[in-house]
């Protein structure tokens, strides 16, 4: 005790001598500034800043918990320490390792039980051990800032993510790898997912698996009244697991009806009668994950809000899987048009299935609304290009790759979509793979011809046919560029300063690929070159090119202390 | 169309509404008043802060405008700072401060984000004690509450 009085008295006059201290202290007093301070620091320096005084442990040691790996259960002294600040933990990204890639014990911690040749069981079972604590510790104590949750599995059914209690999730993603054991399609349902996770905005899933909205042989409950209330506590103590407190009103959307909750508890812990929850849902991405279209359609009852919808078809498990059996029908659309009213970005990849034109048309006249349009692998052409100008005038995304058709089909598409970049002034994204622009020469007088009204692009991905000199002159008209993917034609990008220096405004790019001629080695200078002039470069991906580059690559981008770039480069 | 600005001792800054609206706060303020000539006072930023802000909405004017996301990455890095904003971050740390504290009562956002990795990069690779000597920070703990922390974070040393 009389240890410390004298460090305080030692530290007073320090503190009071210097009045311009001041504003340090002022700004190191506000939490939020800490907070700000925090998200930029690796775990090693957090640690350190945990341990400076007890209004900064306070806002550092939360942050320690952003990412939880897997193999972080193992590290010794975690699992409760993670327990003892679950309240402050704001974000779960759990990754299940795949066996092949153990942690590897470090000289300096002492992992024993982890230790390769003396593991006694097998790894499958270690991982599921893990899993159990991420359970234990979420139901130990109530997570109020608890805000985003990402799980993915392997070799399981995605259900069991749904045991974890984190009711005040705002944002779920959910993914599987492997094949399920126990089933081989597994099936996830909208009624449960909502019981669990019932302040939820955005859901992700990705993975084989379906999803449907309620098991098949239920009523639907109708909602009592327009304010249908969400899923509380009862709900969850149904699968067996109990939320102690109510979440904080400000993660709850306007749905909540505390009120109601009561008279409600006598339809809710039944587990095969659902009440249908409607849900403040705004966001829904599947990326595999089946769903037929009567099932998408029945989601309308869960998902009222719902204003963005993905659904993207992925090759999984190194094979082409066909997932979904889709057929279009004006009815379709318009069943969906009145399920989802609020539909503001559409966006749809499958890979077997191609959407023929027609289809396109039906859809863009259905949804004047979209701000998003995205159909990859479809019958995009011209038609469908002229019915989005007329129909769809608030666009700013816009994904049309791999547009399928033949060549008249694809130059009669690429002429209307020319004219629509030289008149759409609001566009910010444009991804065009296997689209490739025709710039043509500059003229006497020195001006390019083709000058697109798209001054606001920030994003863009197609490809060009041209000199290198007049596609980065072009390019040089979006100054807030910010991601860039040349993808045709081949680039040598040998004369830097007459290539990039013409796109001397477009300092912003953050990502850029581009393909380097075949047999072309990258050049020191070359890299040098555009690490000095993309200041905001995060990820540089380089296709073709030699793959031991790699090394060297990453070497000039360590000397010239840049190493927040990640360096990609794959030969073709 | 220009907007006035005043700082706390008084002096008054003539800038673009463009660039001032790159603070959220006077940006709704702008919109709650309407077409109004008036100048907006600003009674926490001092003249000398106030430049420097300005300095740097004017460099970022055409910066597209960054939505808060929800689903943000927590998993930033610092070293991924412009040089010229490097350059603009080069101001003893009194002033480092109060650019933090201006960015953070403008609700400037990307201000506020440069301000911070700053600090964080100031933070890298110092000890709690070397921290506490750059900040000017009281340490409130025992050297047993100290210690207590250390061992309770062991697991992330080496993460």
Redesign the interface.
Known sequence: MA??LK??QF??P??SA?S??S??????D?P??LM??A????????????????D??AVF?S??Y??ILAA?FY????A??FQ?NISVV??IEWIQESPTRLPVA?K??VWHPFHRKKASKPLASISHESFEQLQQSLSAGPTPSL??LSVRVQNQHPNCILSLAAATA??LQISTTGRCPLSSSPRLYMGDILQSYPSL??LTLKGVFTLSSRPLGEQAVPTPGPTAFLATAAATTAIGLSIPSPFSSSSVGPHTSSSSSTAHNAVVGVRSRVADHSSSIESLSLYQTDISQDELLELRVFLPELKSLLIEELPAHNEMIRTYYWTWSPTFIRSLRTAFPHMQSLRLGFMFEIIEENTIVEILQSFPLLTTVGFRNAKFGQRAMEALQQHCKLVVCLDISFAYGDDQFKAALNAELLHFLRTSTHLRELVAEGVIFHLEEPTGTGVIRTSWACT?L?KLVCGFQGTESTIFQHLSQF??L?HLMIVHPSLIISSIDTTFALMEQSN?IEYLWFKQQRGQLLKKEMIEWLLKHL??L?KLHVAGGAIEQKKAAKKWRREA?????VVEIDSC | MPVILVSSDSQEFKVDKEVAERSILIKNMLEDVGESDSPIPLPNVTATVLTKVIEYCEHHRNDPVQVPDETDDPRKRSNDIEEWDMKFMQVDQEMLFEIILAANYLDIKPLLDVGCKTVANIIKGKTPEEIRKAFNIVNDFTPEEEAQIKKENEWAEDR
């Open positions: 240890l410390r460090l305080k530290n007073k320090h503190q210097s311009t201290s504003q340090t202290t002022l700004a190191l506000i939020e500034i700000t301070i998200l930029f620091l690796n775990h090693h320096s957090l640690t350190n800043c945990a341990r400076v005084c007890k900064w442990k040691q942050q320690l952003r990412v972080d590290r010794p002294g975690f409760r320490s003892n704001t974000s470090s300096k911690s805000k985003s705002i944002s905005v955005h606001k920030e100054p807030m910010s912003k200041p905001k995060k202390q840049r190493l927040g770039v």
